[in-house]
């Protein structure tokens, strides 16, 4: 039995349990440390990945370094990467393979599965064939293909797992987070039913609170990523974990909700693709619930421009910004060249503008007062005439 | 409250049904509450932020000073006079996050996308893949051009022949597989119209559909298209009596439905109301997924299984989401034979594209879902109409 790759004590009180996979390298696919055991039109024509195992341990170091729950401390990572050549992830990580992965899921579900004040987090990067938005995907372990088993066999079956979950006394609040690259479907057309991968054999019959289901590539489009670099998807989300999602809670703080992934996650992704010259769409399925699942320690630092109307009056204008103590966050800065571009943190402002030759007389200076949020609050333009 | 002031607010841009939509904080940005437009509101004096979710997508905020016996009014968003240009707006602001153009294309290098000259369409009839005059239905309002897409927006209203049935959208151009889209509007019901938009290059094309039925649906829709779920809940929430006992646009319930499922909100809908949904709309499958899910989290697993069979037989969802819904209820978790019509269900839930609200996927024929996919013969005799 492979033990938790962090475990931390955390008494009586809520817990988060992660389990985290990365299989960038196939041991059957072509280039594999095995030659195919079957023909590439029967491996669904696959090959090696180059960022997977990367994208998982960078959301597992995210986990260990920066995660901080309103309520429920990270108690457990399960951790399993089978990185490509490329890739630099830490040497004794456990190989994602089904021998490994298969009793983890076991062990973790025994976690919180009668904890329903616990945290579950799934993360699974890999081949995957991706099933409804409601059911994530059957995500291929690094031994898809061996010959002593059945051809979809050796894979983390996420639609059972997630069915497992449905119980009133497992924890309520579970996050899935699926970084496939998609097997397209008409290679798998016939595949109705799951196929006894890695999972939970007896399904519950009730929807927790929260099973929010992320997903990076609908079925028919791939799942894109910089060789040893990781994913888009995972690119994305820890920018959207990190502030990019952020949104505010009752008390005035910064938060990340499993709703409000929902719009910068998607964004984050189809710019990120836009910018590799291809098309990337994620998803986002289960059962929303607002809940907060990461607490910022301070607001998310967030680009701002600020310009004033008219455009003449430019070369005359000084900006200062003050946030909502009174303390000057921008001093006194020209507007000219436009437009005065800062880095501030996410919250309310008042923003002055002082007008300076004071011969600039058809021009008065001016405040207002400006709410800055993100991920990405529109210029700020104050008239001065 | 000594010394308080008043404050109102007004939303132009949304239906007073939609409920409390303004989100009010202190200088602190602590939460005050969610406040209902159009009506006074005391407040201490001080600066608070005031904030609305609008259908476009934008947020609209205004910081605010409240005086001690003043009362202070606040639009947010545009104001009556702009409501004509917002309402195109929003559905524009929709159909572009529903179906983005640059999607479509692939925009760089030597594999760039040119824009289609000429694409073609045909409407189906759901059951039985009958083409249907489409020329009738459909009514060009706009097209926009630039060197990679051509996108055409188009007003869709219920042809007669559709004879209560639900209707596919394919569309095409010359040497590609098919797009189709299954197209929000019931006949012998509220919900006649819809948008579509279609985005064509000479190497690939997609289509989009949105319903255009009264505020409160069209409201629902944008928050649900723009990535707003939790506003969509929201309004779907506060106006339930409109949308469910009434059932006045069941098209319009079923994506509140979907919303408030989303959310775990669906229990704050009476059970009566969903099986109405379900059982008034004899052709829409999905009331009766609705139906099911409402049953399965109120822990009935018969009635959840029932209702489930009912969508089923009824055929496709015409939303992404119940596709969904019913794809993760309905397989198989061992290895078993399913019949036909399970079958095609799971094939078009592997092939749908979920970033879309309706169903939407490449085909040549929407009804054959696992045969071979190639370029369909575009001839007039075939249904198909050519839009250039």
Known sequence: ?385 | MTGAGTVRFSVPALPEEAGPVVELRDQNLKLIGQQQPDRDIALDPGLYLASVVLPTGESEQQAIQVKAGKTLKVELGPGEAALPREATEMHAAALTADLPTDLVMKTGGADASTAANEWFCRLLRASDGTPIDAAPALEVIERTRDQSAAATDLLCIVPPEAHGDMIWLQVAVPGQVPNNCLLPILSATNAQKCRVRVVAATDAIRATALPAGNELTNSVTAYLATGHLRAAAHVAANARDLLFEKVEDPIGAALGGYALLRLGRIDEVVEEWIANLANWTPAFPDGAVIASEQAARKGDTDAADRWAAEALKRGTPMFADGLSLLAARLRPTKPKRVTKRLQRLLAIAKLTDYAQIVVAFGATDPLQPLAEPKAPDLDPKHGWKSYS
């Not at chain 1, 991706?130 to 010959?147: C, N, Q, R």
Request: glycine residues 8%; proline residues 10%; negative net charge.
């Open chain 1, 1 to 385: 039995m492979v033990k938790p790759w962090i475990k931390h004590a955390t008494g009586d009180g809520p817990s988060t349990h992660a389990l985290v996979i990365g299989v960038s390298a196939y041991e059957h696919l072509p280039d594999g440390a095995t030659p195919p055991a079957v023909p590439a039109e029967e491996s669904f024509g696959l090959r090696q990945l180059q960022s997977a195992a990367s994208s998982a341990w960078s959301f597992a170091q995210w986990l260990r370094d920066d995660y901080n729950p309103p309520k429920a401390p990270l108690g457990t990572v399960r951790l399993f990467l089978s990185p490509s050549g490329k890739e630099h992830v830490p040497a004794g990580i456990p190989a994602a393979t089904f021998a490994n992965v298969e009793p983890a899921v076991r062990t973790w579900f025994k976690e919180f599965k009668d904890r329903p004040d616990d945290v579950a987090i799934l993360y699974a990067a890999g081949h995957g064939i991706m099933l409804s938005k409601d059911e994530g995907a059957i995500v291929l372990l690094e031994d898809f293909g061996s010959p002593d088993r059945g051809m979809i066999q050796n894979s983390l079956d996420v639609p059972t797992v997630i069915k497992g979950l449905a119980a009133k006394k497992v924890a309520q609040s579970q996050f899935f987070f699926i970084d496939a690259c998609s097997v397209k479907p008409e290679l798998v057309k016939d595949m109705e039913s799951l196929q006894k991968g890695a999972g939970l054999d007896v399904p519950g019959h009730n929807p927790p609170s929260v099973a929010a289901i992320y997903a990076s590539a609908a079925p028919d489009t791939l799942a894109l990523g910089a060789p040893g670099k990781g994913t888009l998807f995972s690119q994305a989300l820890v920018e959207c974990l990190d502030g990019l999602a952020a949104t505010l809670d009752d008390g005035g703080g910064w938060v990340i909700r499993d709703t409000s992934m929902v719009g910068p996650l998607k964004d984050r992704i189809t710019n990120l693709a836009a910018e590799h010259d291809a098309e990337q769409v994620p998803t986002s399925g289960g059962t929303l619930g607002s809940t907060v699942l990461h607490v910022l320690p301070k607001p998310p630092p967030l680009e701002v421009e600020f310009r004033v109307a008219p455009g003449e009056a430019t070369p005359f204008c000084f900006a200062t910004l003050d946030d909502e103590q009174g303390k000057t966050v921008v001093k006194r800065s020209p507007l000219d060249p436009p437009p005065l571009q800062k880095t501030v943190p996410a919250g309310l402002y008042t923003l002055a503008v002082a007008i300076d030759p004071a011969e600039a007389k058809r021009f008065k200076a001016s405040q207002q007062i400006c709410f800055l949020r993100p991920p990405k609050p529109q210029p700020v333009v104050i008239k001065v005439s």
